[in-house]
């Protein structure tokens, strides 16, 4: 598991600050986002599954996030050239060895949700924005696991 303040800092808010879309909301959404889709990076690649890197973005989920967001935008793709070095669309395997790739793909992925980020500080929100827009309805996160999993994130016990 990856010490989340050193995530948070050196990883994620980076990323989305390259990508002009940083915010306390969204730093939170990554971070529940990662705790409970590979136990806080302790899995790169989902173990009876396609999904890949510490968020397990599935490469489908991948595919058309470059095809049908990033590639038609002009100003995103500027920014993926330039901050991210992905001028067209790179192996998904990418997702499991760059951390700021991944971040950033995450972000992008929560970016195509037309409705506003859930606030940070109100973890039902994230939850119920997490399982709609990112595990989905067939996922099998639950409530009670999800918050355990961020929580223990978050604040580990010494």
């Not at 973005?57 to 901050?83: C, G, K, Q």
């Not at 951390?99 to 859930?118: D, Q, S």
């Not at 989905?136 to 996160?141: D, I």
């Amino acid at each position: 598991m990856f010490n989340s303040e050193q995530l948070k800092e050196f990883i994620i808010k980076p990323a989305i600050t390259d990508l002009l879309m940083n915010s306390d909301d969204a730093i939170a959404l990554l971070l529940f986002t990662c705790a409970n889709e590979s136990n806080g990076g302790t899995y790169i690649k989902q173990l009876k599954g396609p999904a890949l890197g510490i968020y397990q973005m599935e490469p489908t989920t991948y595919n058309d996030i470059w095809v049908n967001f990033i590639m038609p935008n002009a100003s995103l793709r500027l920014i993926m050239t330039h901050h991210f070095d992905s001028a067209t669309l790179p192996d998904e395997y990418r997702l499991m060895y760059d951390l700021r790739f991944a971040t950033a793909m995450t972000r992008i992925h929560y970016a195509r949700v037309k409705l506003p980020l859930p606030k940070a500080d109100d973890i039902d929100a994230i939850w119920d924005y997490y399982k709609t827009h990112y595990n989905s309805s067939n996922g099998k996160a639950d409530y009670s696991t999800a918050i355990a999993a961020y929580r223990r994130f978050i604040c580990p016990k010494f």
